[in-house]
Each structure stands twice: as structure tokens, then as C-alpha cells.
């Protein structure tokens, strides 16, 4: 599937023609396939099947009537990545910080500035744009840690961006720090999920948003059993923001007392934490988001990622972007950014030693972003792995580009030789959001109308 193939224009129309037909059928041909399935691991020169917006078959020469043929030889599939945190509604602030050097400074300048003057129409635009960005570097599914729902607007606002950029979206809610805000969280929970969220099989899901302690913003939203009850009743996961350092440790350890504790919490950096709480969190099977590139570069607690720490006490974490006001967007960079760093402190620890280094691969990092990352959204189930009976969530990564060829190794050549320019195409649900290495349905210069005009409101604004 060469980016300057006709044939894959011609494709393209023919799955548009088709796109209401449930039973569409779409047979890439050819391809090298990381599946992430640990079962059917990594297939050379094979063909995956996709039907309506399930994986059918992977395997080669499938074969299958009435499919829309790509040709992807020379070209790498995988899962589409998974985001497990971002603040999305940022976005229109990109790197408006890049040098920030720690978490006061950011909340200071963010939360507690720049996010009292949004208005509905800039969280939609924000989080738009962090979604069509996320589409476009390969970002399949993300979680939108949507911590600045000051009114009902806000909150709808928010998911109808998701909705209209059609990722696969989480939409996590949290009242905001600072500032004025109608207190309507986390009651509107459940009006939210009855107007959004009310069929288990789409492509929305909606957790509860909250934080690990009251040192930032407050009790009201600190987690805690008042809160764990909230999604309980709702039946939704929740996500912990904050979490590092002793006054999170010793919330861990209130939180396992208390039962609440659980697969479907999910706790973000767990920087600078007791080895007690990772125990009560690895005996729990509570999952970790970690965010490699905030940790490290805002200096997060210890700055160093939790990787070890977490797989010490057998969870896999999943990955994710953090705030674009200072960060990259992109899960590369954060694969990257661990990678490195694990593999820097493993052999700085036996250094000058006779001991071996225990250094993460490749295939652990791109676990983390795909599979794991799944796991820890609550929809292992769903995405994560080109496993037949899963959603059609894929990436079509060119492995003939010149900073790609040639192609000796496909997860290798993924997480350390690829970036957005050689994917060429997106599926989410089977559909597809980007192809011939273009984003599709984007107005660019009418979004870049919005943007700008969203970003001179907020900076404009007085605050307070």
C-alpha cells in the first residue's frame, strides 16, 4: 500500500461507497502483522481480514469474496495505539510552556489560570484537536482526563468533539481545580452517561476523572470511598490523576483498607511511591497509567517513570501523553522515552558490578502502548491486539519509507524507526480516519480559524 498508490485511492472510494453495508469486507494482503497477541505473535507476508468493524482473520492467503483488496506489502500492521491519560482540552496551548520544571508551575499557569476562562466552544476545539492529532500519529483509542468541567456545556462540549473525530474515546470527568464552576460534578455523571454512554457496544465509554489527594485542589475531588461509590453505582471505571510521592503512598494503603482498590481504578505516574502501596496495588490488580516524558521532563516526584516498580509487582502499565501545554503528542516519543530510561537505570544500577542488567525490549513498550494501555481503559476486550473477534483498530505503517528500509526487524523498526509521516492509514472501528497519509473529514484551514481564535480567547481573557 504505497502512499502514492492509485490503487489505494480507489480503495478508499470503494470503502466509502460501502461504508453503511454492516458486512463491508476489507482484506489487507501481503503485510507484515504485529499482532500483540501473545497466541499469534508476529506473521510475515500475511493477510488480515476485517468485516464490518471486527478483525475476522489473521493469517496468510485468507482469500475472501466481495472484500475491498489492499495491497500492503512492504508495509507493517499493528494495533492502533492507546492512550490511557491526556488532558485534551489543553491542546490550543500547545507548548505554550515548554521549559516548565514542575508541577506548581504548571498548575499555576494552567489550572489555575488559562482554564477559568474556557468557554464550551474551547473545550470542544481542544479536545478536537488532540483527538484528530492523536487519529493522525496512530492513537486508535484515548482517554480524555476532562478535568475543566465547569458546567453541564463543558462536559457535553467535550464529547461531542470526541464523537465528531471518531476515536475510540474515553471520556474521563473531573470538576476543575480552580475557579468558578456549577458544582455539578459528579452528579451530572449520571446524566452524561444516560444521554452518551448507554450501550456497553460503541465507541464512547465514560469513566469518573478524580485526584489521589487534597493537596491540589481540595477534597471534593480526592479519591476516596464517597467517589468509588459514585462509579460503582454507575458502573464505570475510575482514574486517579497525582498519584506520587508518601502522601499518595499512604492514600494507596487508606484505599486497599477500605476495598476500593480495584482492576477497573486505574492510577496515574505512581512516581516516588512505598513499596508497600505497590504491593497493595500489584495485589489488587489495579492499573497504572504512566506518562514518561511528564515524569522526566517536568520532574514528577523521583521524575523517573514507574516501570520497574510496577512490573515488579506484576502490572504492565499502559502509556500516555500527559499535557501538550510543555509535552510531544505522540505515543512514539513516549515509547522512546522509556525504552531509554529503563534501559539507563538497569545498567546504571550494575555498573562497575558483576551483576546483568534487567533492561525492558522493544516488544515490552509496544505493549505497553497497545495492549496493556487496552487493559488499563477497561477494553482489553475490545482493542489492543489484531486478536480475530476484536474491534478493527489498526495501523498501516510503511516499512519501505527511507527512514524505515529495509525491514529487518517489525517491532524494532515500529518503536524505534517510526513516526506519523509513515502511517498511512488509520482504521478505528473498521472505518477509516486516515489514509494515503492524510487525515480524512479535517477542514485544516477552518480548524485552523478555530484554533487560533479559541487560543487569542484564553489568553486574552482576564483571569479571575
Known sequence: MDVNDTTSAAALDQLRHQSADPRRRILFTGATIVTMDPALGVLDRADLLVEGDTIVAVGPDLGARDAVVVDATGAILTPGFVDTHRHAWEAQLRRIMPDVDDLGGYVMATLAGYATVYRPEDMYIGTKLAALTAIDSGITCMLDFSHNSRTREHSDAAIQA???TGIRGVHASMGPHFGDWDRQWPGDLTRLKDRYFSSDDQLLTLRLATLATEEIAGPALAYGPQLARVAQELGIGVSVDAVFGASSSEAVLRWAKDGI??????????????????SAMGESGTTVALAPTSDAQIGLETAIPAVDEALAVGIRPGLSIDVEVALASDMFTQMRALHAIQRMRAVNAVYDTDRQPSRITTRDVLDFATLQG???????????????????????IQAEDLNNMPLNDPIGTVVLGSDARNISAVLVNGEPRKWNGQVLDVDLPALRDQVRASREHVLSTPVG
Open 162 to 164: 470526541l464523537l465528531d
Open 261 to 278: 482498590l480495584a482492576p477497573d481504578v486505574t492510577l496515574i505516574h505512581a512516581t516516588g511511591l512505598t513499596s508497600e502501596a505497590w
Open 374 to 396: 487496552a487493559h488499563t481503559n477497561g477494553l482489553a476486550g475490545v482493542t489492543g491486539s489484531l486478536t480475530p473477534g476484536k474491534r478493527a483498530d489498526l495501523l498501516v
